[in-house]
């Protein structure tokens, strides 16, 4: 059974302070690999897609890295209006946009 | 370009009633797929469609149930409510190209049941 599994559950830095979040997953036949934003009161926004290991996007602050088995959400020098739920998917084989997602980690940065 | 919208935004019914959320996609979206998002379990697939068919469904029982329209637009019903379908209902809209995992979502529908 696909599975998402997003660490840790939440994570407070302070602003500059730079750190990583962790998405692994099971899944077969691995088609896409997502990561969104969900500001309270709002839906998911999507950030960045990795389709396979080795691939790396960036924005701003936030870069996607991808591996076999898990991908990280590496934020530099946070300010606090990165504070936000960050939610991690996969989509597995099959004619589908179906996402299986985790349950996200809360980040809250302190200025 | 105006955004994915739901309505109602929030909601609260008695349990056994039933409720149905509608959804309007970015203009051009062919596919709409629906969410539930509750605290403990995050975000659960509930069903896609795509040119008024239902491409795929979740692992929720046939109470719930959902339809798209001519113009895109998408509802989805729930019957005979229970406590436990209290929950945010998420809409997202996509281009329709097979296998893309880049969803736009709307804000939202929440429901509340007592």
């Not at chain 2, 039933?18 to 403990?40: A, E, F, K």
Request: aromatic residues 10%; charged residues 20%.
């Amino acid at each position: 059974e696909d599975q998402v599994t997003q660490s840790p559950e939440a994570l407070r830095l302070q602003e500059g302070e730079s750190s990583s979040l962790n998405c692994s997953y099971t899944v077969s036949g691995l088609r896409g690999l997502f990561w969104y934003r969900q500001d309270p009161g709002k839906g998911p926004e999507f950030l960045f897609t990795l389709y396979s290991a080795g691939e790396e996007k960036e924005k701003e602050r936030l870069k996607a890295t991808l591996t076999k088995k898990e991908s990280f959400l590496h934020i530099t020098a946070p300010k606090p209006e990165d504070s936000a739920t960050y939610l991690c998917a996969v989509q597995g084989g099959g004619a589908t946009n179906k996402l299986i997602f985790g349950t996200g980690t809360l980040l809250a940065v302190q200025p | 370009k105006a955004g994915v919208t739901q309505t109602p935004r929030y909601l609260i019914k008695t349990r056994g009633q039933q409720v149905t959320l509608s959804c309007s996609p970015i203009s051009g979206h062919r596919s709409v797929s629906w969410y539930q998002q509750t605290p403990g379990q995050g975000l659960q697939f509930l069903f896609e469609y795509f040119s008024e068919t239902q491409r795929n469904k979740g692992n929720f029982p046939g109470r719930f149930s959902g339809r798209q329209f001519s113009n895109s637009r998408s509802e989805m019903n729930v019957s005979t409510l229970e406590l436990g379908d209290s929950a945010l209902y998420l809409c997202a809209s996509s281009s329709g190209t097979w296998n893309t995992g880049e969803l736009f979502f709307g804000e939202g529908s929440r429901l509340t049941v007592l």
